[in-house]
């Protein structure tokens, strides 16, 4: 073996040196490390993990519900995390959990040294993840809000301002009745984009009425948005998401009506989802690459540096207009 040869050493010992395995002197490791280095080493990598003591990957934590096919929105914020990562030579490592506790498979890829930092998706404000990273000084960052006592290791968006322009914009078009559709679930972000409408229509003097207001399950959205359009319709219906907003078309379409001309709907993410409906989505759009660059470059100022105790970060949104609305 080439390597050996340079260094002087035998394969046994290259072989130890590259997995871990038993004892040798700093100086024999620097010489097989540098071997490899002059000989352009196939796992050159390795050589660089070892000296660094980092594998130069990234883990993203993903949830069951966000594996399946529908959410769109997922699919686009791991693309740009993908691309994020890989302009700094790092990899994503995407990883899900069996059963309704991750902590065990975090524990398992932290002992294992697996990645050097987490990417944290849909954050629960006091979540448990977070809590757990924390504690075994790991670093993290979060696309999400974390609890006040927790490190502020995260990136989001203002949902209450982005609410507040499609608002702007929807009363510029002459919109005076509006319904609210959203998912359901306790989530900060889903009850901020709520409060958002609520505020602006407050602003132009407007409100909406309760039995306007709905949130549930895909089947129980679809029911209850074909009920509404049947009666004394609103002129626009505004969603939470764009998951929601699609349900609320094809419940639209089955109706008879024309969505952008008939009734308005409005969805809130503004990724491919919203591009695939007919006509395309109006929608408030989250800026996933700028969110998954920043979310990047505070894992690896975490690995460089330690805990660097910055404030999380809200990025501003911007209004994407389809023929939705």
């Known amino acids: 073996m ?37 000989l352009a080493y196939k796992p050159s990598r390795a050589a660089q993990t070892m000296r660094s003591r980092r594998t130069r990957q990234l883990g993203y934590h993903m949830s069951g519900e966000q594996l399946e096919v529908m959410r769109g929105f997922t699919l686009g914020f791991v693309q740009a995390l993908v691309k994020a990562a890989a302009q700094h030579e790092h990899q994503i490592v995407v990883f899900t959990h069996l059963g309704d506790d991750p902590e065990p498979v975090f524990r398992d890829l932290i002992a294992r040294r697996s990645v050097d930092a987490y990417i944290l998706d849909e954050s629960r404000v006091d979540d448990a993840r977070v809590r757990l990273l924390a504690a075994e000084g790991v670093p993290f960052a979060c696309f999400g809000r974390t609890a006040p006592g927790l490190p502020q290791q995260w990136v989001d968006v203002d949902n209450v301002a982005g609410m507040l322009q499609l608002v702007e914009y929807l009363v510029a078009a002459g919109h005076r009745d509006y319904a609210y559709v959203g998912a359901g679930g306790g989530e900060y972000w889903k009850r901020e984009r709520l409060e958002g409408l609520r505020l602006g229509l407050a602003q132009h003097g407007m409100g909406i009425a309760e039995d306007k207001v709905f949130e549930g399950t895909d089947g129980e959205i679809r ?5 509404l359009v049947r009666g004394q319709r609103p002129t626009v219906i505004v969603t939470s998401s764009d998951a929601v907003a699609v349900a609320v078309v094809n419940s639209c379409h089955a109706a008879g009506l024309r969505v952008g001309r008939d009734v308005a709907v ?55 207009v389809g023929g939705s609305a």
């Open 266 to 320: 409005t969805g809130f993410d503004g990724g491919a989802v919203g591009l695939l409906t007919e006509p395309m989505l109006t929608s408030v759009r989250i800026p996933v690459d700028r969110i998954a660059r920043e979310l990047v470059a505070r894992c690896l100022a975490e690995i460089s540096s330690g805990p660097t105790g910055r404030p999380g970060l809200l990025v501003p949104t911007e209004l994407a």
């Open 223 to 227: 029911r209850w948005v074909g009920e």
């Open 2 to 38: 080439d390597v050996a040869r340079l260094a002087g050493v035998s394969r046994q010992t290259v072989s130890n040196v590259l997995n871990g395995r038993a004892a040798f002197s700093r100086d024999t490791e620097s010489r097989v490390l540098a071997a490899m280095e002059a």
